[in-house]
């Protein structure tokens, strides 16, 4: 079973669509979808939920009102800014929104007045689709914890990968560098950076590069509309070459991929038979490269 | 004022509309790049940066000689960040969020605090414009704490434009908390649509008055013109999808420094934010 990861340091540049065309393509495999901030996959994949379950993770803290006897001790000790003193009461609040939930306040009060509740931040799911079994999440506005719900979901896609005696994870990434990618690298055995060929979009795939350097995962390179700068795309094939990154397809800019978004269809079942060709021929690749290692 | 520009996901054209309306405003204005995981306003900028600071969080450090290893610590931090196995005390610096609740109760002074780097803040000018550029170390977890350093250089009476990261999740709402207004950039494309269902649901929950650009607007349908229309949301601006600014924005250059018929259209767009902040 190998675990293959498509990232891209930012978003749209393509790498749902080529997750997407990687779950038409691939045979006997578990689709994840790690972008649970701003999940897209499952406007392809239309997914039929199986199971759904609660995301429970970090809490909150609220002030009794009636407890608190107005020392200010919480304000002062509590780092975040989120706690505030009522004018009208004299009373301390808690601002929901910048309350990290780490404790100290409730811990500390004299009075016993502060409360930690667990927040309910989001939920995940396992569904049922055409390509087969799908793990996937909604974290709710506004909560944190992101990497935590990625864990959760690459856990249980694994768990089901087991079970099904799968050939292939294949993961959506989540955009940045930060603690939701970090822990969608885990477990990986081999992260796909799709980059586009623009100043920014060198930027961003250098610096995600860096990160799957930092964690040892192994890194190929999709490059998306090439064709709208091509020595930017140059740009790129030099310092993969450099990087000693295989560079294993290169995609055209064409219209027909935003068609196929917007019927929910992949590239591969809405495709001419060009695109057919670039993204069947990019996942040989990607199969290719597990059978050198 | 503060105008943030976000966006519910990246790539949708968020910095070139924070840096084309910014270096248009030009005097008196200032962009805080507030995407710190990938700030990008900078190489479409180039300021000469004039000021460097390194950002730190604080992280607990135990003193063997005064730990009795009663694990009070262990008790009351949070997040898993500081342990005690058998006869060794440790810490794990990546899971820390620096709240101090270790250091408060541990009953025997053992703890203090020191710095560990998590990023850097720089600052600079290119003509008349100040840029504030907040970046993350590689391989750190925690974004919020850079961008509050960051949104410590705002200047009271300056315009301040913020470039929000993408999502919906704690960098967001660090970035675009405190706006008088909000602009989120979308594209009319089912993508493109659902991230903006979800940075609409982000704003309204920080109350935030806001409105939208929908940039490549010939590319895709027009479901996203019906749900502002719908949901009662100004569509501020539309940009076509154009080889010719593809091209512009792919080499890093400014949209309203090569097809000056732009720079009376972010002009206005500033006109129009200015009356539909003040309401
Ligand atoms: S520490 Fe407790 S009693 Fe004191 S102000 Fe805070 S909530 Fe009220
Ligand atoms: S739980 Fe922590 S962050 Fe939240 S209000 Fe209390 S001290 Fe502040
Ligand atoms: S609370 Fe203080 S004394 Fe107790 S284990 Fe932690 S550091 Fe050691
Ligand atoms: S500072 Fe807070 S988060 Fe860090 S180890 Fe101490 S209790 Fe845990």
Redesign the pocket.
């Known amino acids: 079973m190998k675990q293959i990861l498509i990232i891209s340091g930012k978003g749209g540049t393509g790498k749902t669509v080529v997750t997407a065309a990687f779950a038409s393509l691939a045979e006997n495999k578990i689709l994840v979808d790690c972008d649970v901030d701003a999940a897209n996959l499952h406007l392809i994949l239309n997914p039929e939920s199986q199971e759904v379950h609660e995301f429970r993770s970090g809490k909150t803290a609220f002030i009794s009102k009636d407890q608190c006897c107005s020392c200010g001790l919480c304000q002062s000790l509590c780092r975040f800014e989120a706690i505030k003193k009522d004018t009208l009461s004299d009373k301390f609040l808690i601002d929901s929104v910048s309350c990290e939930g780490?404790g100290f306040c409730a811990l500390a009060c004299p009075s016993g007045a502060i409360e930690m509740k667990e927040n309910l931040s989001g939920q995940w799911f396992v569904s049922n689709t055409r390509f087969g079994l799908f793990v996937h999440a909604k974290l709710g506005i506004a909560e944190e914890n992101s990497g935590k719900l990625v864990a959760t979901v690459k856990q249980k896609a694994k768990e089901l990968a087991k079970k099904n005696n799968v050939d292939w994870i294949i993961v959506d990434g989540s955009p940045g560098i930060g603690c939701p990618v970090i822990a969608s690298l885990s477990d990986v055995d081999c992260a796909i950076i799709v980059s586009e060929p623009t100043v920014s979009g060198i930027h961003d795939a250098k610096r995600v590069m860096e990160v799957a350097d930092h964690f040892k995962v192994p890194v190929k390179m999709i490059i998306n509309k090439f064709d709208l700068n091509e020595d930017m795309t140059k740009k790129i094939e030099m310092f993969s070459l450099e990087s000693n990154i295989e560079v294993i397809g290169k995609i055209p800019f064409d219209k027909r991929i935003v068609e196929s978004v917007s019927q929910g269809k992949t590239v591969i079942e809405n495709g001419n038979q060009d695109l057919i060709k670039c993204f069947s021929e990019i996942w040989e690749r990607v199969k290719k490269g597990f059978f050198a290692l | 004022m503060i105008v943030s520009i976000a966006s519910g996901k990246g790539g949708t054209g968020k910095t070139t509309v924070a840096t084309n309306l910014a270096s248009v405003l030009g005097i008196s204005c200032q962009l805080l790049d507030c995407d710190v995981e990938e700030p990008n306003a900078h190489l479409f900028l180039d300021p000469v940066i004039n000021q460097e600071n390194k950002v730190f969080t604080l992280?607990?450090k135990v003193d063997a000689e005064k730990c009795k290893l009663c694990g009070r610590?262990q008790e009351?931090?949070?997040?898993n960040?500081?342990a005690v196995f058998g006869k060794k005390h440790l810490?794990f610096s990546a899971l820390?969020?620096?709240?101090?609740?270790?250091?408060y109760f541990c009953p025997h002074k053992a703890i203090s605090e020191e710095k560990k780097e998590i990023g850097i803040v720089q600052k600079g000018t290119k003509n008349h414009l100040e840029i504030i550029t907040g970046k993350m170390k590689i391989g750190e977890a925690m974004a919020p704490p850079v961008i509050r350093e960051v949104k410590k250089y705002i200047k009271k009476d300056f315009i301040t434009i913020i470039d929000a990261p993408p999502g919906t999740s704690c960098p967001v709402i660090e970035s675009v908390k405190g706006s008088d207004y909000s602009v989120l950039v979308t594209e009319p494309t089912p993508f493109g649509l659902n991230d903006l269902k979800l940075g609409v649901e982000v704003l309204r929950k920080l109350k935030i008055p806001f409105g939208v650009i929908i940039n490549r607007f010939d590319l895709g349908n027009d479901k996203t013109i019906q749900y502002c229309e719908n949901q009662d949301i100004d569509i501020l601006m539309k940009i076509p999808f154009d080889r010719e600014i593809a091209r512009v924005y792919s080499k890093g250059s400014l949209i309203i420094d090569e097809i000056p018929s732009y720079r009376q259209k972010f002009l206005e767009l500033w006109e129009s934010i200015k009356i539909k902040a003040r309401k």
């Open positions: 780490c | 992280v607990p610590c009351v931090c949070a997040y960040a500081i810490v820390c969020h620096g709240c101090g609740a270790c250091q």
